[in-house]
């Protein structure tokens, strides 16, 4: 059994005391707004937006990158909840910085436990057997932060799933500090060409 299962059986029983009108949360988000984020257990995008539960969507995955799943939240979030402010939030010291499509490719074709990293970088601690699927999955690794942030707002504004008026914006979280620092190319790249009467 887990050792933390206990740790969240507790937390939920606790929440639940104090849970309160949260029970009667309309489901489209108050400030019609979502984000993608990375899965990075430093970064609490409800606390470092100012956001409350019922405020926004948030979607994660490992990068914060606009996949195709991604997309596919993003378009659901606007097309049936009414979304129209989007935000890509990428952060420093990121783990998709730290190894390639091919590195993942022959870590996963040898062992499926936990790899490990070093100055040498990532190692299967033992080679037990894996599997050759991890070559068929695109990782979406990222090599420049900036870069990656800019790519992944035009990929979502260039959808053609997702309308023109549809605002987005692209920022880098500073894991050491707290600080957002918008991207100023990526937020122009994600700008409404829209324009409101």
């Not at 009667?24 to 539960?53: S, V």
Request: one cysteine or more; proline letters at 4%.
């Amino acid at each position: 059994m887990s050792k933390t299962i206990g740790q969240i059986r507790e937390a939920n029983r606790e929440y639940v005391k104090k849970f309160g009108e949260k029970g009667k949360l309309p489901i489209p988000p108050k400030k019609m707004i979502a984000i993608l984020t990375c899965m990075d257990a430093r970064l609490d995008p409800e606390k470092f937006a100012g956001l409350d539960e019922g405020d926004a969507h948030i979607v994660r995955n490992a990068g914060g990158r606009a996949s195709d799943d991604a997309i596919r939240s993003l378009i659901v979030s606007h097309k049936l909840l009414g979304t129209d402010t989007w935000y890509v939030i990428h952060h420093t010291d990121c783990g998709m910085e730290t190894f390639t499509d091919k590195v993942m490719h022959n870590l996963l074709a040898k062992s499926l436990d936990t790899a490990c990293r070093d100055e040498q970088g990532w190692h299967n601690p033992n080679e037990n057997g894996g599997s050759e699927e991890g070559k068929y999955i695109n990782w979406l690794t990222i090599t420049n932060q900036h870069t990656s942030i800019v790519d992944d707002v035009k990929r979502i504004k260039q959808h053609p799933l997702v309308p023109d008026y549809i605002q987005i914006y692209g920022f880098l979280y500073d894991v050491k500090t707290g600080k957002l620092e918008e991207i100023k190319e990526a937020s122009e790249a994600g700008e409404s060409k829209h324009q409101f009467s």
